[in-house]
């Protein structure tokens, strides 16, 4: 069975930094694409970036270029997304995925989410 | 940056049909993916490629494209198919992007 597992909710200071991951099982990690997306509180969807861990071929959003830094180490089938100085608009759910092989863009499975608070 | 247009808001009541509609120009061009959110849950893939349905999602849930545009359709809507949907497709360049969402509210 395909699971994607996010690590847990974090609560963080602005100007703190932050590595949060997403650990793969029942499948080939290094073959699939690893998508992060961000969902800001009552909002919508928006595509952060992804990584192929085999790889580590990695593709940014315009909009969140320079701002966070996504990595993989297959050694472990884990995808990660880190900041080094967080912001209070950084308060979203984050959530990883996996592009699946229903076409060039898709996500096919999803983790359970990581729920970032950044507040002083 | 590349847009996709969906409505706010859809209302229905159960056992009629909902039709989500998402909008885009580069649509013609790039496949269409649809998701369905309910309150506290990741995204489920229910559409994928404009119009195909993974193992799973009920056969009520088809897709369709005209032009720049593609719906998500939801025959005989069930009080269980209230939630939000996405629609998601990608730009020239590989970009991925999600419609706005769309709340689907069965009355």
Do not use: H
């Given at each position: 069975e395909v699971q994607l597992v996010q690590s847990g909710a974090e609560v963080k200071k602005p100007g703190e930094s932050l590595k949060i991951s997403c650990k793969g099982s029942g499948?080939?990690?290094?073959?699939y694409w690893i998508g992060w997306v961000r969902q800001m509180p009552g909002k919508g969807l928006e595509w952060m970036g992804i990584i192929y861990?085999?790889?580590?071929d990695t593709r940014y959003s315009p909009s969140f270029q320079g701002q966070v830094t996504i990595s993989a180490d297959k050694s472990i089938s884990t995808a990660y997304l880190q900041w080094s100085s967080l912001k209070a608009s950084d308060t979203a759910m984050y959530y990883c995925a996996r592009r699946g092989?229903?076409?060039?863009?898709?996500?096919?499975y999803w983790g359970q989410g990581t729920l970032v608070t950044v507040s002083s | 940056s590349y847009e996709l247009t969906q409505p706010p808001s859809v209302s229905v009541s159960p056992g009629q049909t909902a039709r989500i509609t998402c909008s885009g120009d580069a649509l013609p061009k790039q496949y269409a993916y649809w998701y369905q959110q309910k309150p506290g849950q990741a995204p489920v893939l229910?559409?994928?490629?404009?119009s195909e349905r993974p193992s799973?999602?009920?056969?009520r849930f088809s897709g369709s494209s005209s032009g720049t545009t593609v719906t998500l359709t939801i025959s005989g809507?069930?009080?269980?198919?209230?939630a939000d949907y996405y629609c998601q497709s990608a730009d020239s360049s590989g970009t991925y992007v999600f419609g706005g969402g769309t709340k689907l509210t069965v009355l």
């Amino acid at each position: 069975e395909v699971q994607l597992v996010q690590s847990g909710a974090e609560v963080k200071k602005p100007g703190e930094s932050l590595k949060i991951s997403c650990k793969g099982s029942g499948y080939s990690f290094t073959s699939y694409w690893i998508g992060w997306v961000r969902q800001m509180p009552g909002k919508g969807l928006e595509w952060m970036g992804i990584i192929y861990p085999g790889d580590s071929d990695t593709r940014y959003s315009p909009s969140f270029q320079g701002q966070v830094t996504i990595s993989a180490d297959k050694s472990i089938s884990t995808a990660y997304l880190q900041w080094s100085s967080l912001k209070a608009s950084d308060t979203a759910m984050y959530y990883c995925a996996r592009r699946g092989d229903y076409g060039d863009f898709n996500f096919d499975y999803w983790g359970q989410g990581t729920l970032v608070t950044v507040s002083s | 940056s590349y847009e996709l247009t969906q409505p706010p808001s859809v209302s229905v009541s159960p056992g009629q049909t909902a039709r989500i509609t998402c909008s885009g120009d580069a649509l013609p061009k790039q496949y269409a993916y649809w998701y369905q959110q309910k309150p506290g849950q990741a995204p489920v893939l229910v559409i994928y490629k404009d119009s195909e349905r993974p193992s799973g999602i009920p056969e009520r849930f088809s897709g369709s494209s005209s032009g720049t545009t593609v719906t998500l359709t939801i025959s005989g809507v069930q009080a269980e198919d209230e939630a939000d949907y996405y629609c998601q497709s990608a730009d020239s360049s590989g970009t991925y992007v999600f419609g706005g969402g769309t709340k689907l509210t069965v009355l």
